[in-house]
């Protein structure tokens, strides 16, 4: 069945009937209207055709098309990915924020170097009906400089945040073709190569390892795309991940980057509210959190802060700033809920509550659990160790990176 949605331009909710508030609250914003033009916010019946200059290929498309099967001589046949072995594609529906991903690869041997000031060409020619029932077209053309694999230009361009959703979307892709295992392998067989390429290292010193500025996060992002719901059926359901990853092949980068790495904020009478790490760390007990992981929203409230909604603090005049510290989360929670397709589960929870597990998931166990159990302590502990409440087999974010150099500086490696 998502097959079928994907191919047509549909949507896939997730929900526990048709007669939910969340399936009609969906619906509706699905349907809903541009405010001047009263217009559906959609297009129909789109095809999008590549061109390339010489030497670039395609490869396939990664997003919700089919194939129109039309080859020519840009058109590659090794190594499809997604949707390959044409130039052109039709997409059923087209929203806002509807996004495809294209991959290229150049056809030039590696004994043969592109001048610099040669010139490479794309173009990505879109045609659509407009919901006023218009045929547009749309042409976007772009322009590159060729560059051998060593010209420090090529890693200052890399983006990091582009790659990441790259990679989650052929992840995904294999991960449907294949077992999870290989998917995991395969990420990180990418990642090492990637960091022996451009990564600053001495050989067999691990210390020494280091990124640039722009691939530095890249490791992290990879590590908690490791752990989430798009590749981990552990806990999740076929249509739930079914739905997810239909999810995360039609989003853009920055939506896709808060599926892989959640957005965690932190709420305290200390100050304003603050960004703060996915770690455990950031649970503390005088804390409120507002984790956006894109699926849902989670607010939590540390073990103080509970402490005192028991005693009835929030509801006496004296306290009013606790009441505005309960009450701001709850504000921005409302303000992404209203502005986000599909809407997300909302979650309100506590410390030892059985749904901060949607938080505890997420979080990287940096810290160790000697001495702790899930939900509270032992042993004498205090809130000090709050933060090392979770039980996980998973590694460490730390751990993860420490092997991870280990194995880029490795003379094997690099021999």
């Known amino acids: 069945m998502r097959t079928c949605c994907s191919s047509t331009g549909g949507q896939l909710l997730l929900g526990d009937s048709f007669n939910s508030s969340l399936f009609s609250q969906n619906l509706t914003i699905f349907l809903s209207r541009d405010s001047e033009s009263d217009q559906l916010e959609m297009a129909f019946n789109a095809e999008i055709e590549v061109k390339a200059s010489r030497n670039v290929q395609v490869s396939g498309c990664l997003g919700q098309c089919t194939s129109l099967e039309v080859k020519n001589e840009i058109v590659s046949d090794l190594d499809m990915l997604g949707t390959g072995g044409t130039a052109e594609w039709r997409c059923c529906s087209l929203s806002t924020g509807s996004t495809l991903c294209f991959i290229f690869e150049t056809t030039v041997s590696q004994e043969v170097s592109m001048a610099p000031s040669e010139q490479l060409y794309l173009q990505f020619i879109t045609s659509y009906q407009h919901a006023n029932s218009q045929r547009r077209v749309r042409v976007t053309t772009v322009s590159r400089s060729w560059m051998n694999e060593n010209n420090l230009s090529l890693s200052a361009g890399f983006d990091q945040e582009a790659a990441a959703a790259l990679m989650a979307r052929i992840a995904v892709t294999k991960a449907d073709l294949s077992g999870g295992g290989d998917v995991q392998r395969w990420i990180d067989r990418t990642l090492i190569r990637l960091c022996n390429k451009f990564g600053l290292f001495s050989h067999d010193e691990p210390s020494s390892f280091s990124l640039p500025d722009n691939f530095a996060q890249l490791p992290s992002i990879v590590y908690h795309l490791r752990r989430s719901q798009l590749l981990q059926n552990s806990n999740t359901s076929p249509d739930e991940s079914a739905f997810y ?13 808060s599926m892989i790495q959640p957005v965690l904020y932190a709420y305290s009478l200390s100050g ?35 402490q005192w909604i028991s005693a009835g603090y929030d509801k006496m005049p004296e306290y009013g700033n606790l009441a505005h510290l309960l009450e701001a989360p709850i504000e921005d929670a ?8 599909p809407m997300p589960r909302y979650v309100v929870t506590e410390q030892g509550g059985s749904q901060a597990r949607f938080l505890l998931s997420k979080v990287n166990p940096s810290k160790a659990q000697t001495g702790v159990i899930y939900g509270g302590y032992v042993g004498g502990g205090g809130p000090d160790l709050q933060a090392a409440a979770i039980l996980t087999d998973d590694v460490s974010l730390q751990t993860f990176v420490d092997h991870l150099r280990r194995l880029v500086v490795s003379s094997a490696l690099n021999s």
């Open 245 to 257: 990853r239909h999810c995360l092949m039609r989003q853009d980068v920055t939506t896709s980057l």
């Open 272 to 306: 304003p509210p603050v960004p703060v790490s996915l770690d455990v760390s950031s649970l503390q007990p005088d804390r409120i959190l507002l984790l956006d992981t894109f699926f849902h929203i989670v607010i939590y409230h540390g073990e103080t802060i509970v």
């Open 334 to 341: 409302q303000l992404i809920y209203s502005r986000r397709f």
